[in-house]
């Protein structure tokens, strides 16, 4: 089965404690995107990656990194959280062109 | 930088039809989409439109665009209760889903 797939589904954490959140993709896309989802601000991407080694920064990328060691996976990483980063987070990978770009079930974190 | 704006909400009765509309402002948008997200559920890809194109019909759904006021809808025909969801209108230049602006969401309630 085609799909996306994030861990943890839910997270709480402490402000400055190290986390990540991984994604793989079993479809062989080139392309993954992480968004984060708020009330009132809709979608906002935070990191893309065409394929593996290359990624680029995307509407909110203050405060994350991201890897693509694997064409599958393509983990967010939160150095030192803060509370402003409680949000519901998603990826996404696609083929490309006009190919739908399938969404993983979303990832809520909660900084204290 | 990009923007793309919706409407927030709007309430239709079961079998009439639903218009979401949506406005954005990068006149370089090659690729406009409009997705759907269930309660507690990532997006799915309902539609999408190139540019070069004014309308696109796919059952139920039907696709408006108007380049020159850069204003995309979406109708639903025969609106039903399963319709009720969070519609999220998307721009993206290259399709590729390397850059791509969403609007906030629009929510649809249909009464029975």
């Known amino acids: 089965e085609a799909q996306v797939t994030q861990n943890p589904r839910y997270l709480i954490t402490v402000t400055g404690k190290k986390l990540t959140v991984t994604c793989s993709q079993n479809?062989?896309?080139?392309?993954m995107s992480w968004y984060r989802q708020d009330p009132g601000l809709g979608l906002r991407q935070i990191y893309y990656?065409?394929?593996?080694?290359?990624?680029d920064k995307g509407d909110v990328p203050e405060g994350y990194k991201v890897s693509r060691k694997e064409k599958r996976n393509f983990p967010l990483i939160l150095e030192s959280p803060s509370p402003n980063q409680t949000s519901l987070y998603f990826c996404?990978?696609?083929?490309?062109?006009?190919?739908?770009?399938?969404f993983g079930p979303g990832t809520r974190l909660l900084v204290l | 930088g990009e923007d793309v704006e919706q409407s927030l909400f709007l309430s239709v009765r079961e079998g009439d039809s639903s218009v979401i509309n949506c406005t954005y402002t990068?006149?370089?948008?090659?690729?406009l989409y409009w997705y759907k997200q269930e309660p507690g559920a990532g997006l799915q890809l309902l539609t999408y439109?190139?540019?070069?194109?004014d309308m696109k019909q796919d059952q139920r759904l039907t696709v408006l665009l108007n380049k020159k006021d850069k204003h995309l809808s979406l109708r639903i025909a025969d609106t039903q209760t399963g319709d009720s969801a969070i519609y999220f209108c998307?721009?993206?230049?290259?399709?590729?889903?390397?850059?791509?602006?969403f609007g906030i969401g629009t929510k649809l309630q249909v009464i029975p």
């Open positions: 990656s065409m394929n593996v080694e290359v990624t």
């Open positions: 996404a990978s696609s083929s490309g062109g006009q190919e739908t770009q399938y």
């Open positions: 479809m062989n896309h080139e392309y």
């Open positions: 990068d006149s370089s948008s090659t690729y």
């Open positions: 998307a721009e993206s230049y290259s399709g590729g889903y390397q850059k791509v602006t």
């Open positions: 439109i190139f540019s070069n194109m």
